[in-house]
T-cell receptor
Framework: DQQVKQNSPSLSVQEGRISILNCDYT??????FLWYKKYPAEGPTFLIS?????DKNEDGRFTVFLNKSAKHLSLHIVPSQPGDSAVYFC???????????FGGGTRVLVKP | DAGVIQSPRHEVTEMGQEVTLRCKPI?????LFWYRQTMMRGLELLIY????????DSGMPEDRFSAKMPNASFSTLKIQPSEPRDSAVYFC?????????????FGNGTRLTVT
């Protein structure tokens, strides 16, 4: 069973516009959520995180929103840049442990 | 900081052969994770260690898979015998887990092809 799902396998956006990536989870015990970015032939790199006590966290062009009642989180990238073209994974974990469960990823293409 | 180091970067082997993947975590990190990435299943956790002790190996697919962490700076993932369906990218990651969930730092992976 997939506890973390990213239903959009790909997303194409024009440079300068907003990219919105979505993620849904089913396990209500998850209380910590992260987004990772992955370039080809490299490992995923940490981008931004949010704990369940918050509903928004912002870091530069990246903002993560959490809707606990809907078990949904999203990542906004504003403005999108060609260097943002990558695969983005959302991940969820429990504060009581350190393992993360990942979604299937969304491939983002930012067109110049 | 050199980051998490995995070797080899690529491994091509024939079905039935033994494969050993290696990982050096970031110095000072007390958690080490082995993940596998496939098209069908995405990134799935195989096993993780805390202070060199295996904590959860429920993701290890079969007895053909085994992992060890003999010391804080080295871990191996072994597949014996290997099968074509084991072809995937295997990632090692480490984290500092003093409090709650910490971001994982991933290596660049080992791409395994079993023919």
């Amino acid at each position: 069973d997939q506890q973390v799902k990213q239903n959009s396998p790909s997303l194409s956006v024009q440079e300068g516009r907003i990219s919105i990536l979505n993620c849904d989870y089913t396990n209500s015990m998850f209380d910590y959520f992260l987004w990772y970015k992955k370039y080809p032939a490299e490992g995923p790199t940490f981008l931004i995180s949010i704990s369940s006590i918050k509903d928004k966290n912002e870091d530069g062009r990246f903002t993560v929103f959490l809707n606990k009642s809907a078990k949904h989180l999203s990542l906004h990238i504003v403005p999108s840049q060609p260097g943002d073209s990558a695969v983005y994974f959302c991940a969820a974990g429990k504060s009581a442990g350190n393992k993360l469960t990942f979604g299937g990823g969304t491939r983002v293409l930012v067109k110049p | 900081d050199a980051g998490v180091i995995q070797s080899p970067r690529h491994e091509v082997t024939e079905m039935g052969q033994e494969v050993t993947l290696r990982c050096k975590p970031i110095s000072g990190h007390d958690y080490l994770f082995w993940y596998r990435q496939t098209m069908m299943r995405g990134l799935e956790l195989l096993i993780y260690f805390n202070n060199n002790v295996p904590i959860d190996d429920s993701g290890m697919p079969e007895d053909r898979f085994s992992a060890k962490m003999p010391n804080a700076s080295f871990s191996t993932l072994k597949i014996q015998p290997s099968e074509p369906r084991d072809s995937a990218v295997y990632f090692c990651a480490s984290s500092l887990g003093a409090k709650g969930v910490s971001p994982l730092h991933f290596g660049n992976g080992t791409r395994l092809t079993v023919t």
